[in-house]
């Protein structure tokens, strides 16, 4: 499985893949030196806006260790064809991993990787928002577009700052209407 291209192992193949990160954290655990390693494997299929696993951490709730490593591991498997359904360039993959940036990986982590290749003057323009699912909001963030239900119902205007009764109401609309919403929060 691990020469396959992710896209194209079945579901049960998939959700063996998907144990590797704990597997290999457990592996680590006996040995106490080796503790901060392990969380960086567990964490380094984690992205940057939650969506990951095996946790769902989003921003700097990953270990930045794990972050640079999601990149570093991205990277490689396009250029190697186990990412994506074609092998990728080298340019092909610096373009994959800019397009992500600010959801799939840690934009200040993006930006040291251009500066390493030597490609900093082809920063893309820092995103000025990210999505986010309730269970990674925060008391102080800034919604950037409205919340809108799927009847069209406003929930939150763009502009909003959240605070701990509002982050309650948002997580308890989900839970009622079984709707995942996506918060879009200014960065």
């Known amino acids: 499985m691990l020469v396959k291209p992710f896209f ?8 063996e893949v998907a144990k590797h990160p704990l597997k290999g954290q457990i592996a680590l655990m006996a040995l106490e030196q080796l503790h901060g390693a392990a969380q960086l494997i567990r964490s380094h299929h984690e992205r940057f806006d939650g969506l990951g696993y095996p946790d769902m951490l ?8 794990a972050r640079i490593l999601a990149l570093a591991n991205d990277y490689d498997a396009a250029q190697i064809g186990t990412l994506l359904p074609k092998q990728l360039t080298q340019n092909e993959a610096v373009a994959f991993i800019q397009k ?3 959801t799939r990986y840690d934009p200040a982590v993006v930006d040291a990787f251009m500066y390493v290749l030597g490609r900093g003057d082809e920063l893309v323009k820092p995103k000025q928002e990210v999505a986010l ?13 409205d919340i809108v239900a ?6 939150l205007p763009k502009g909003c700052i959240l605070n701990e009764h509002l982050i309650e109401q ?17 960065v």
């Open 8 to 15: 194209s192992l079945s579901e049960r193949e998939r959700i």
């Open 58 to 65: 989003a921003g700097p709730a990953i270990p930045l260790g």
């Open 100 to 102: 992500w940036r600010g």
């Open 133 to 145: 699912n309730s269970r990674h909001i925060k008391t102080g963030m800034v919604i950037s577009r």
């Open 150 to 155: 799927n009847n069209g119902d406003l929930l």
């Open 170 to 186: 948002l997580q308890s609309f989900e839970r009622m209407g079984g709707n995942i919403l996506s918060i879009h929060i200014r």
